[in-house]
């Protein structure tokens, strides 16, 4: 590992335990379970995108240095942001040691709420009104919708999202900001 600057090796590290199986957040291929998901935020800094590992190096605003793997198109995407970049990784607590990626975002990267289709396949992305602040809520309305391509964007202009494999929807509960976000998987 000589080949990283000082520091980095921790996360490079991180990262290898990471493919290895240790219980650190990641993106993960397989099915999901029936009971509700809980869906979930880290909020960072980006410190290093690999390509060769497929992984992004994070640290947390608690302190935590996190990797997280991805398809090689995602990881492409990433490396267009530099290290110190703000960023929030989005996503499903499947079980006790499974996390499921839905976005990787980048605030304050563009001026509107951009999302960008990394998923491979057309998703739905929903978008809509807080209730009382809150996203996620039942009587939220009214919801709006966009198709996006394998490789497309949207933009959203209300204060609530989600997206959903197409043909299936969702409920939009994940609150929306200013920059640029990858979806990286969508849920029912």
């Not at 990433?78 to 990626?101: C, H, T």
């Not at 996620?136 to 949207?154: K, R």
């Amino acid at each position: 590992m000589g080949q990283y600057p000082s520091g980095a090796s921790f996360g490079m590290a991180s990262l290898l335990a990471l493919f290895l199986g240790a219980a650190t957040p990641r993106a993960a291929a397989q099915a999901s379970p029936d009971p509700p998901r809980t869906f979930k935020s880290v909020y960072g800094k980006l410190e290093s995108v690999d390509p060769s590992l497929n992984g992004v190096v994070m640290r947390s605003d608690a302190g935590e240095r996190l990797a997280w793997r991805f398809e090689k198109a995602v990881i492409a995407e990433a490396a267009r942001f530099k290290p110190g970049d703000s960023m929030i990784v989005i996503y499903r607590q499947l079980s006790p040691n499974e996390k499921r990626v839905t976005a990787l975002a980048f605030p304050g990267t563009a001026s509107t709420a951009i999302y960008v289709n990394m998923t491979g396949a057309r998703v739905v992305l929903r978008s809509g009104p807080a209730v009382s602040g809150a996203c996620g809520q039942p009587t939220a309305g009214p919801v709006h919708e966009s198709t996006i391509p394998s490789g497309g964007l949207a933009e959203v202009m209300e204060a609530c999202w989600c997206c959903a494999p197409s043909g299936d929807t969702c409920t939009p509960g994940n609150e929306s900001g200013l920059g640029r976000a990858l979806l990286v998987q969508c849920f029912k």
